[in-house]
Every structure is written in C-alpha cells, then in structure tokens.
C-alpha cells in the first residue's frame, strides 16, 4: 500500500504539472499587443537568433565527391538530412510556384484573389510565430507548423479550413512531429490571452478534430527539411560566422513565403548566405562556385527574398484585415 | 458490403455503428482482431479488390487525455512514410474516422513473429531452429536495422515480438521490423533523447540504459539484437530479469544482476564511461560491490568460443556502446559468409533434403469488429504481439494510472476468458463452414487457411493465447491452467454476463481507490505550499472563469 502511495503521488504530480507550468506562466507579464510590430520591416535582422540546432556527425557512407570543399559540402547538406533528402517525401513534394499560387474555387467564390490568399497566409505565419512564442517552442518547431500550414492550403480551401484554427492546430502537430509536445489546452489559453477577437477563439476539441483533418489534407506526410540544419557548418566553411545572426533572421523570414514549398532547403540557405554577402559588401562568388550548385537558383531565390521585403513595405493592416473579413463574409 | 466481424458472431454483438462506418472501410473485408496494446486494437482484413492480400489494420484509439493522436502514431507514420526498405514493415495505407476521432495505420499482414517462431519450436517441436532460419532472419534484421541506422533512426523497442516473418505467398520467409512507436530520428534532436522516457523491453534492454545513461545511440538496437541472437539459437530469453515495474527510470537491478551472471562485471578499463553512468555511481553496494564469476556466455547459448556465431554475438553484446559491433559491421562478419549462407527466405532453405517446419498461423477473433464491439476493458493488455508486438514497457511519459495496478490481476483473468470464448467460436465456426455460428452461410477464407493448424492452434490457446507484455507469461500461463479447462467449457453468453458482474465490481473499487488516492495527493501538495485545490481547478478550465476576469 505505502509502494502504491508513492507511485500515485508521482503520478498525480505528472498529471497535474503541466498546471503548475500554466501557473507560472500566468503570473508573467507578457508584452501588449502591437499590430504595427507584426510587420516589422527589418525583422530579419531584429529577431534574436534562437540558439543553433546541435549538429551531429556525418554518416560515412555519404562523404564521397571529388573535391575536398564539394566533400564538405555533400557532407553536411541535404544527404545529412534526417533521412536523405533526395529520397525524401519532402523532396517528392516540391511544387512549382504555379501550383502554389493557386487560390481555391471556393475561396475565389468568396472573392479571395491571390493577393489576399498570400496575405492570409503571411497573417497566420505570424500567428504561430506569436503563439510558438508563448508556448516556448524551437524555431524549428514554428518552421514545419508553417510549412504544414502552407502545404494544407495547397490542397484545401480557407473557407472550408478557417485559418484561425489550422494555424494553431499546424504548431500543435509539428509539436508532436518535431518530438517537442505542446498541451493542446495551453495552446487554447494562449489564443484567448493573445486574441480578444472571437473568431479566433477555438476550443481544444476543435483543434484535435482538425489535427485528423490535416492529417489528411498533408497526405501524412510529416518529416519536413528546414535551411537551419547546415547553416553553422556552411558559414564556418564561407568565413562568414559573425553573420549568422542576420542570416538565421533572413531564414525565418522565408517562412513568410512559399520557398519552403518550392525550394530544396539548402538552397534556401545559400540563397540566405547570398543575400547577406550582398548587404555586407562580401564577396563570395569563389566560395559559391566551389559548392557546384545551381547559382542561377540561388540568385533567383535571393531576388524573391528581396522582392518580398520590398513588397513587405506594402502591407498594411486593413489590407490584411480586408482579406480576413473576407473569407467570414458569408455569400 | 459484409462486416464478417459481425456476421460471423454471435449474434449478440449487434452493429450499432454500421450508420457512421467511414466510406475507406469499404475496400475491406474485416476478418476479425489478430492483437491488442496500450494504442489499441490490431484487425486482420482482405482487401476486396485484391483477395489475396492481407492486411493488418492498427487501430488508434482516442486518447481520453485530449492529447489527440497519440505520439506513437503521430511516430510511425512520420517515419514509415518517409522509408521503403524490404526488411521493414510496410505502411500501406492510413485512414481516419473522424466520427470517433479514431485512426487506422494499414500494414502488410505477417503471418509469423519471431516470438512464435521461438515458442513453436520451444514448446511443441522442441527442437532447435534450423541454422539456416537462423542466420537468414539475424541477417535480414541486421540488413533492415543497417537500413533505419543510416537513416539516423533507432528503432528503440527492439524484440521477437516485433520482428515479422511473411507467411506464403511472394515475399515468404522475409523478415520486416514493425513497431515504430518509440522510433525516431536521432540527428540533431531539438530534446534529449532522455526525455522520451524508458525505452526498449526489460529483457532486450542494454546495459547503458539500464545504468541510466542519458545519451545512447544507435547501439542500444544492436545489443537488443544480440539478445534476439541468443533467444534464437537457445530459444530461451537470453536475461531474463524480473522487471519491477512502475519506477520511472529504466534501471532495474535484477536485468543487470542477470546480465552479469552471464557476461562477468563491466569493468572501467574495458568501459571507460562507465564511471559516468548515473547508477554505477549511485548503486554501489548493489553493482560494484557484488563480484560475478567468470564470463560464461558461450556455455549458456551452448556454442564453442572460436564458432564465427559466437564471434559475432559477443560482439553483439560488448559493454561498452562505442566498441559494440554496428550494424553495417555485422553484416560483413565471418558467420554471414560460411554455409549455410542466409537467403530471402529464411523459413524455407534452398536444400531439396531440409526439413521445412510449417509455424501455425495466427489466431483471429472473428467476434470483434472494427470498433472492438467485443473488447471494452480497460485495461493495456496485449494479445498476439502481431503488428506492433503490443505493450511497450512503458511509454514515453505515458505512466500507467494507478487503476492499472490495481486491476490487472482480475482484468488479465476476465481477458483471457473472454478470449478464450472467443476463439472457441471463431474455430468452431471454422469448422462447422455454415453451421450454427456461421448462420449466413459466408464461406470462411480464414477458416480454410487455419484448417491444417487446428490442432496446434487449440494448443496454443491452451497454453495462453492473447498474452500481454512477454516477461509476464510464465506466471500467466500457470494461472490459467488452473483455472481454465477447456475453452469449450464456456459459451459465450455465460461468460458476458459473468464477465459484466466482476468487471464492473472490479471498476468501481479502483475509481474509489484512485479517488482516495488523488485526494491525499491534493492534500499532500498543498502542505508542501504548492497550491493545488480551488486555483487547479480555476486553471484547468480557462474558458469558464478566467476569461471574464
């Protein structure tokens, strides 16, 4: 009887802890909500760089190449990956930015143009980022909930699948994915701490329903490849690791765009890399021949990035509020 | 459409949810439950299209925590998604019923586990497995295993139970590794592997896990081979320690004490991080203090040290994590080159002359159907280890509740009649092919295939079929028989109506008992300054108080 007491006080703590959690976070006082600061324009290089994935060693059978600096390279990207990338359902997944940019007929009945359909889902980027930040999550964590969040709408519609709840119900799951589990209730709480707008509030069986939901729409396709994976490594080798900082922020804004959808992760990276040798007047074009990858790529990306923050410039808040009230007008 | 589960019951089991059956169902014939676990229930089913391939379908249940899907799940279909290899288990398909939130995992159907290939041998042809089966199914698990490492996955609840064989047909005598509901990728892990709780089975568990080590690769797959090894050539669970269950750490000092009986005491010189193991340091009157004798592993898995085989379990089971063979290694070594050289199929060697030893198939509850109508306890019993080989040790922080303890005893007992009724039916009307059981007069596919093994199949029900977690049988077998005549003592609505009355008896006695319980705790905790009563309460539902504050 006593062995059995003590392993129902263990139990019971374990069942109750995540309330003592949720209590300490109650007391804390967390910042007010600014909308002009969601759009900030310099976020890539204000957002603090959360610290860098570990990095493990290589498996052997993947270092064969022929130049040392390609060796390197082979090593420590894609095939490194989780599993390799080139075999990956990731891999398998890329889209063309046609098929991407394609606004559901349902949505279109709702007059969402593509305008809109990008600024939806740049909002709810910035949704889960807001909310990842409450709940204490890797940015590795928010990456694959935005990218589960931008592969479902490639494939569902926003009427039928409110945004406002495939957006927290994407970070629950990547959650679970990336083996880093949030309660769905202190997710719940955070939405109605964050958002005083009822359409955002969404109770915890609404977001287990639609976890099944995306489940589907995701084709249970879970494992997703991040630019973050090699970034130290690849900036080691380039000499540029004073500039990680504003490369890991260059990289978190990508989310705010279908890259991930469209783009191998690594070249996403050097796309990154690139861009930020432009701004910091370094010259890399010999390190970048020696990778032996597609520049014409890279140098495509890297102007999508730039016209992104150019366009970022644009965004206003009734734009997105328009397009938002959008999608709950009923016809 | 025909739901065989019902049609072929008792009749009593009425189809209440045929009017929310989802529509992927349709492409399935459902022939009955083949094994249960912690996660749920395991179903045999044809696919109509395709008569003759089988399915196993894994059931998800809900989790009542408003978790949603489980981890586990969440686990193997993350990874079976991503990796095709011929030597792991196949995910086919995966389906959802969103009615009652329930998830559906469709694999390949195996006949045989190596669990039942080793009780076969052990218990009714007593007689050692073929060395040819041997080295085919080490080298296929080796192969499978080299294929998940490269892929930096660990597999993490290695064992006999979890490792398939192909029954007849193209891919016979193939082995596939199934179960990856502790698996996951070990590269750049955003938390420690730590976290994760105690993994691997108590019997199969390595040393550094044992020892509390927080950091372990890949190796902690390998030595569960090696233990997979020995039971093979042996038939006996090479350490087999008494587990003492509900400790939160995976140290247990008997699996250890076990271990070096056979193998001799580590030693820091031969096992450098040894002395960084958290045990090691902590428990050293029971480790260190205690002195074993010589190292006697080869007298015990009956081989002369200088056999390639013994080579290559040795150093399947080294101490120390970093000079234990891989998995790439193993599969060069010396022992896969000599005769009988391992083939595809390794239940049928390709000399004309060799004995081919026929494993019976596996039992099927015809009674049970996809919402397990017939199977409503509670409890985490595993039968059949089939797709998934059932019960994990303990799972990731998922810590058994008290009312498990307490039950099990009488829940195990009530299981395994219900079972036993269960299975009496399914033969009976497998024999009867339109007799009473079977009033639709459906023609019984399984019944047909299970013919030949009917005696075998009775014995096996005998000796305690729809066993849980492995360690556990030897106790649960003698109860058994004790208690059990024959199956065919019971008939099916005696025992529901039986089973009801104690069941339910038993139930409210552990929900009295988890409430007493849980209330001392409260108590407990708030003499400890931690506030617990009104404000948990207050906190645990944010929607109804705070939001208006």
């Known amino acids: 009887m006593i062995q059995d007491m003590h392993q129902s006080i263990e139990i019971i703590y374990l069942i109750l802890s995540p309330f003592f959690k949720l209590f300490r976070h109650k007391k804390k006082k967390t910042c007010a909500f600014h909308p002009h600061r969601r759009y900030n324009l310099s976020s890539a290089f204000s957002l603090p760089s959360p610290p860098l994935p570990r ?198 804004d990508t989310y705010k765009m279908d890259l991930i959808l469209i783009y191998p992760p690594h070249l996403i990276a050097l796309a990154c890399i690139y861009v930020a040798s432009m701004f910091k007047d370094k010259d890399n074009t010999s390190w970048f021949e020696q990778l032996r990858v597609d520049m014409n790529m890279v140098e495509k990306i890297a102007t999508e990035i730039l016209d992104f923050y150019d366009y970022h410039k644009t965004i206003s808040e009734e734009k997105v509020n328009a397009a938002m009230l959008k999608l709950t007008m009923r016809m | 459409m025909s739901n065989r589960g019902n049609s072929s019951g008792s ?218 090894f020995a039971e093979l050539l042996t038939l006996k669970p090479l350490f087999q320690g008494q587990e003492v269950k509900a400790t939160p750490n995976p140290f247990q000092l008997d699996q250890l004490d076990k271990i070096f009986k056979v193998l001799g005491h580590p030693t820091v010189e031969k096992w450098p991080t040894l002395a960084h193991l958290p045990h090691w340091q902590t428990d050293q009157q029971h480790i260190q203090g205690h002195k074993y004798d010589s190292p006697g592993l080869y007298s015990v898995v009956h081989l002369s040290p200088k056999n390639p085989a013994y080579d290559l379990l040795s150093k ?101 009649q219900q079972n036993m009724a269960a299975y009496g039916l399914a033969s009976q009307a497998a024999m009867g092919g339109g007799g009473a059981m079977n009033p639709g007069n459906i023609p019984m596919q399984r019944g047909v295939a299970a013919q030949p093994h009917q005696q075998q199949q009775q014995l096996r029900r005998k000796d305690g079929m729809g066993m849980p977690g492995y360690p556990q049988q030897k106790s649960r077998r003698n109860k058994e028989s004790t208690e059990v005549k024959s199956p065919r003592d019971f008939t099916f609505e005696h025992l529901k109506s039986e089973n009801a009355k104690t069941r339910y008896a038993t139930f409210g006695n552990i929900l009295l008992f988890t409430e007493i319980t849980t209330f001392i705790c409260l108590c407990f905790f708030e003499t400890k300054r931690i506030p617990c009563f009104p404000r948990s309460t207050f906190i645990a539902f944010p929607s109804s108080k705070v939001t208006n504050s």
Request: hydrophobic share 40%; proline share 5%; with cysteine.
């Open chain 1, 55 to 252: 990095w493990c060693s290589v498996p052997p059978s993947h270092t064969t190449g022929n130049s040392k600096k390609w060796r390197n390279f082979c090593a420590f990207l894609p095939a490194t990956m989780a599993t390799d990338f080139w075999t990956s359902t990731h891999y398998k997944q890329l889209l063309d930015q046609e098929d991407v940019d394609v606004v559901h007929s349902l949505d279109k009945e709702r007059g969402i143009t593509l305008e809109d359909f990008k600024l939806i889902k740049l909002h709810m980027t910035n949704y889960i980022v807001r909310l990842a930040q409450n709940v204490k999550v890797r940015q590795r964590v928010v990456a694959t909930a935005v990218t589960y969040m931008r592969r479902a709408y490639t494939r569902r519609s926003m009427v039928e699948y409110d945004p406002r709840l495939v957006a927290p119900t994407c970070l629950y799951l990547a959650s679970k994915a990336e083996e880093s589990t949030v309660q769905a209730r202190l997710l719940v709480f955070y939405i109605k701490k964050l958002y005083a707008d009822e359409k955002y509030r969404y109770e915890i069986k609404e977001i287990l329903e639609m976890e099944m939901k995306i489940l589907e729409a995701l084709n249970y396709y879970l494992v997703v490849f991040h630019p973050y994976r090699a970034l130290s490594q690849l900036l080691q080798d380039a000499g540029m690791s004073d500039a990680t900082q504003m490369i890991w922020g260059l990289i978190n």
């Open chain 2, 11 to 228: 009749g009593s089991n009425s189809n209440i949810s045929s009017s929310n059956r989802p529509e992927w169902l349709q492409q399935y014939d459902l022939i009955g439950k083949i094994g249960e676990g912690t996660y749920g229930l395991v179903f045999l089913a044809k696919i109509k299209s395709n008569r003759s391939k089988s399915i196993a379908i894994k059931k998800f249940k809900q989790s009542k925590d408003g978790d949603g899907v489980s981890p586990t799940a969440i686990r193997e279909i993350m990874l079976l998604r991503e990796i095709t290899h011929d030597n792991v288990v196949k995910l086919v398909n995966v389906h959802i019923n969103h009615i009652d939130m329930s998830l559906y995992l469709a694999f390949d159907y195996a006949e045989h586990d190596l669990y039942e290939i080793i009780r076969h041998h052990r218990d009714k042809v007593n007689q050692a497995i073929n060395p040819y089966t041997v080295k085919s199914i080490l080298w296929q698990l080796l192969n499978g295993l080299n294929y998940l490492h490269s892929n930096w996955i660990m597999h993490r609840d290695l064992k006999p139970s979890n490792i398939l064989v192909m029954g007849d047909g193209e891919e016979q005598g193939v082995v596939k590794i199934a179960d990856f509901g502790l698996a996951r990728i070990y590269q750049a892990p955003l938390k420690p592997l730590f976290d994760n709780g105690v993994v691997v089975t108590i019997w199969y568990r390595s040393p550094e896990l044992l020892l509390g080590g927080k950091h372990y690769t890949s190796a902690v797959d390998m030595w569960a081979v090696g233990c997979i």
């Open chain 2, 316 to 416: 399947m089971l080294e101490y120390d994590p970093r000079k234990r063979i891989t998995a790439a290694q193993a599969l060069e070594h010396e022992y896969f080159r000599m005769e009988p050289l391992p083939g595809r199929n390794a239940l049928v060697p390709p000399q004309p002359g060799e004995k081919i030893v026929n494993y019976p198939t596996r039992p099927v509850d015809t009674n049970t159907d996809f919402e397990g109508t017939t199977s409503l306890q509670p409890t985490q019993q595993a039968s059949g280890n089939v797709v998934s080989g059932g019960q994990h040790v303990m799972p990731t922080r998922n810590v058994p509740r008290p009312m498990h303890m307490a039950g099990m005893q009488r829940m195990q007992q009530q299981q395994q």
